[in-house]
């Protein structure tokens, strides 16, 4: 099952910050996040594991909550290279490589 | 150190013809993984390879599609006889083993079946 993955677009000024939600219906073992601009490559974010910690990059970190089945990507104090469309990636088991991905969550910053 | 490429970029093909798409992994990674995106969905699991093997070709369409990853050699997708409907962008990731690892992806090939 495809997670769900919310807001489905959102509009920033520079400066402020969000949070992109993913969730699954399914137990999760681990999560992907990648942020993908129009027309190239996704490009890795971080990745999440069951029982593991929450996880940092720069200003971009996420945490991941087991029990609710669902990670949350936060954006703090956005720049305009945030621009992009936000992925999770999914998988149920510690074997698991496939990887299900949500929707997309498109992020705009605007000046 | 070069990323995932892939080649060609861009593919025109008319209804009925081969498309054959190109992905050589990252040095050191001997997994491949093939996604297909349609315009504003997200990334579809096609086939997971390793070099001489396919091991998981589950979301693979049974006909028409076809892929491999000779010992020496990119991995190839292979679409016979497309039809409009295989119009998307092909994405192939890589990772150096498996099980939770990061995949990397390319820059994938966008296919337009006129």
């Known amino acids: 099952q495809q997670p769900v993955q919310s807001p489905q677009a959102v509009i920033l000024r520079e400066g402020e910050d969000a949070v992109i939600n993913c969730s699954s219906s399914k137990a999760l073992y681990s999560v992907h996040w990648y942020r993908q601009k129009h027309g190239e490559a996704p490009v890795f974010l971080m990745i999440l594991l069951k029982g593991g910690e929450q996880k940092g990059h720069e200003k971009i970190s996420a945490s991941f909550n087991e029990k609710k089945q669902q990670s949350s990507l936060y954006l703090t104090a956005s720049q305009l290279s945030y621009s992009g469309t936000y992925f999770c990636g999914t998988s149920p088991g510690a074997g698991s490589y496939q990887l299900t991905f949500g929707k997309g969550t498109k992020l705009s910053v605007i000046p | 150190n070069a990323g995932v490429m892939q080649n060609p970029r861009h593919l025109v093909r008319r209804r009925g013809q081969e498309a054959r798409l190109r992905c050589s992994p990252m040095k050191g990674h001997s997994h491949v993984y093939w996604y297909r995106q349609l315009p504003e969905e997200g990334l579809k699991f096609m086939v997971y390879?390793?070099?001489?093997?396919?091991?998981?070709e589950s979301g693979m369409p049974k006909e028409r599609f076809s892929a491999e990853f000779p010992k020496e050699g990119p991995s190839i997708l292979r679409i016979q006889q497309v039809v409009r409907g295989d119009s998307a962008a092909y994405f192939c990731?890589?990772?150096?083993?498996?099980?939770?690892?990061?995949?990397?992806f390319g820059p994938g090939t966008r296919l337009l079946v006129l």
């Open positions: 990731a890589s990772s150096p083993g498996q099980q939770q690892e990061t995949q990397y």
């Open positions: 390879l390793q070099k001489e093997n396919i091991i998981d």
